[in-house]
């Protein structure tokens, strides 16, 4: 029998969690008081984030260290299985090797505790008694409120309030964990009284709710706000993901041509991506790095690399990053956390010079079509940001069909060692976003 699995025991579970940024060959541009437009410090967070969290945001080290006592609540989940796609592979006749890495056996069914987690704990360390957040479609929403209540938290959440409408089940959960949860926006913050007052059927945003979520732990001493993606402690802890990824690969005996990841804010898409980065950086390998986004929401493709808001609002420092403009609203259907209108600025990070191209790919229309077939081929129908990594390995034409060429699973021609190397994914004319113009 074929193995489809490849399993590490919670021995393997990471020890440090890596940070990129002292490996880029370039600095990264500071974050910017919008007042004054000078760069500011880490005092800066301090209203809204524990002092350790901080400290890992900024922090020059390559690795910090995981507490042992988050690593024994990542045990109930943690390490994540890998997967080949064999019948995938079958049904497609493609050559290449296709290996996916599965967050969805976690509590929340996401990645999105492996951040949450670390957050709740140090801020429980520091006395905060009650942690503030945004969610859209509600996987951080739920993952915050899981390590609230596993670590003794109360747990605010604002909600985009088309999905607290369209996804009452994870409203549930949130709920079941003890959370509170509120449509944004609301009533309850200058912030979501501002929105309603031009639009009493506002949508909704992630934002809006991450302004209003600001907002409530600033004017309340005894809460911190807690950030589900976007800044570089968030992608730090994500970062568990690839590195069990690469000893999971070899154990399979191979590695990876080629690594996708879906992009949001850049959570899931760093988790897995960085730590295969930094083998690129290192210089023993040249593994292409492909970044997908949402047509609806092309940050990365068409969005500007210019300082802005991570809010609605303005209330945070203004960081460099590809966005859409802090007013930007998707449309009701695409309030999800793959529509928010930034990228992290680590995600986007880049010398000054070319910009890098980016993978567009839009949402396929399922009906009739091939793209169903990962559902029908395999045992498991991951959500999209559950699942990271694509492995492209060269093995014999199938005796069913000749090859394609133009197929999008063929093997890669080797490219120069780029960064990030992001692929442009052909794809359809996205609506023109809106905001910065």
Request: one cysteine or more; proline letters at 10%.
């Given at each position: 029998?074929?193995?489809?699995?490849?399993?590490?025991?919670?021995?393997?579970?990471?020890?440090?969690?890596?940070?990129?940024?002292?490996?880029?060959?370039?600095?990264?541009?500071?974050?910017?008081?919008?007042?004054?437009?000078?760069?500011?410090?880490?005092?800066?967070?301090?209203?809204?984030?524990?002092?350790?969290?901080?400290?890992?945001?900024?922090?020059?080290?390559?690795?910090?260290?995981?507490?042992?006592?988050?690593?024994?609540?990542?045990?109930?989940?943690?390490?994540?299985?890998?997967?080949?796609?064999?019948?995938?592979?079958?049904?497609?006749?493609?050559?290449?090797?296709?290996?996916?890495?599965?967050?969805?056996?976690?509590?929340?069914?996401?990645?999105?505790?492996?951040?949450?987690?670390?957050?709740?704990?140090?801020?429980?360390?520091?006395?905060?008694?009650?942690?503030?957040?945004?969610?859209?479609?509600?996987?951080?929403?739920?993952?915050?409120?899981?390590?609230?209540?596993?670590?003794?938290?109360?747990?605010?959440?604002?909600?985009?309030?088309?999905?607290?409408?369209?996804?009452?089940?994870?409203?549930?959960?949130?709920?079941?964990?003890?959370?509170?949860?509120?449509?944004?926006?609301?009533?309850?913050?200058?912030?979501?009284?501002?929105?309603?007052?031009?639009?009493?059927?506002?949508?909704?945003?992630?934002?809006?709710?991450?302004?209003?979520?600001?907002?409530?732990?600033?004017?309340?001493?005894?809460?911190?706000?807690?950030?589900?993606?976007?800044?570089?402690?968030?992608?730090?802890?994500?970062?568990?993901?690839?590195?069990?990824?690469?000893?999971?690969?070899?154990?399979?005996?191979?590695?990876?041509?080629?690594?996708?990841?879906?992009?949001?804010?850049?959570?899931?898409?760093?988790?897995?991506?960085?730590?295969?980065?930094?083998?690129?950086?290192?210089?023993?390998?040249?593994?292409?790095?492909?970044?997908?986004?949402?047509?609806?929401?092309?940050?990365?493709?068409?969005?500007?690399?210019?300082?802005?808001?991570?809010?609605?609002?303005?209330?945070?420092?203004?960081?460099?990053?590809?966005?859409?403009?802090?007013?930007?609203?998707?449309?009701?259907?695409?309030?999800?956390?793959?529509?928010?209108?930034?990228?992290?600025?680590?995600?986007?990070?880049?010398?000054?010079?070319?910009?890098?191209?980016?993978?567009?790919?839009?949402?396929?229309?399922?009906?009739?079509?091939?793209?169903?077939?990962?559902?029908?081929?395999?045992?498991?129908?991951?959500?999209?940001?559950?699942?990271?990594?694509?492995?492209?390995?060269?093995?014999?034409?199938?005796?069913?069909?000749?090859?394609?060429?133009?197929?999008?699973?063929?093997?890669?021609?080797?490219?120069?060692?780029?960064l990030l190397g992001l692929r442009a994914v052909p794809g359809g004319q996205p609506r023109q976003p809106g905001a910065l113009?």
């Amino acid at each position: 029998m074929q193995q489809t699995k490849f399993l590490l025991d919670e021995k393997r579970i990471p020890e440090s969690w890596y940070n990129l940024v002292p490996d880029l060959p370039f600095q990264l541009e500071p974050p910017l008081n919008p007042a004054t437009m000078e760069p500011v410090g880490p005092e800066a967070f301090a209203p809204i984030f524990p002092e350790e969290i901080i400290r890992q945001e900024v922090t020059t080290e390559s690795y910090v260290p995981i507490p042992e006592e988050v690593r024994e609540i990542y045990a109930l989940w943690r390490p994540t299985p890998l997967f080949r796609a064999r019948r995938l592979e079958k049904l497609l006749d493609t050559p290449a090797h296709i290996y996916y890495k599965y967050e969805g056996v976690s509590p929340s069914g996401s990645h999105k505790p492996n951040t949450a987690i670390p957050q709740a704990f140090y801020n429980k360390q520091e006395g905060v008694r009650r942690l503030t957040t945004e969610t859209g479609a509600g996987q951080w929403g739920s993952s915050l409120a899981f390590a609230c209540e596993t670590l003794g938290l109360d747990c605010t959440v604002y909600m985009v309030r088309v999905s607290y409408g369209q996804k009452p089940y994870r409203r549930i959960m949130m709920e079941t964990y003890g959370a509170e949860v509120y449509p944004s926006p609301t009533d309850l913050t200058q912030a979501g009284r501002d929105i309603l007052a031009e639009d009493p059927d506002s949508p909704g945003s992630l934002g809006i709710a991450i302004s209003e979520a600001v907002e409530d732990a600033v004017k309340h001493e005894d809460a911190k706000y807690s950030l589900g993606s976007v800044l570089n402690h968030v992608l730090l802890h994500q970062t568990v993901i690839g590195q069990e990824a690469l000893e999971q690969m070899e154990l399979a005996g191979e590695y990876p041509d080629v690594v996708v990841g879906c992009v949001g804010g850049g959570s899931n898409f760093g988790g897995i991506a960085f730590p295969f980065i930094r083998e690129n950086l290192k210089g023993n390998k040249d593994t292409r790095i492909i970044g997908v986004e949402p047509a609806s929401c092309p940050t990365l493709t068409k969005g500007r690399y210019v300082y802005d808001f991570g809010d609605t609002a303005g209330t945070t420092p203004m960081m460099k990053m590809y966005t859409l403009g802090h007013s930007f609203v998707p449309s009701g259907i695409h309030a999800g956390g793959l529509r928010y209108h930034g990228d992290s600025h680590r995600l986007g990070a880049r010398p000054r010079g070319p910009r890098r191209g980016a993978g567009l790919r839009p949402e396929p229309d399922l009906r009739g079509r091939r793209h169903v077939r990962q559902g029908r081929g395999h045992r498991a129908r991951p959500r999209s940001d559950a699942r990271h990594k694509g492995d492209h390995r060269p093995r014999p034409r199938s005796e069913r069909g000749r090859r394609r060429e133009d197929h999008p699973l063929q093997p890669l021609r080797p490219r120069p060692l780029r960064l990030l190397g992001l692929r442009a994914v052909p794809g359809g004319q996205p609506r023109q976003p809106g905001a910065l113009g």
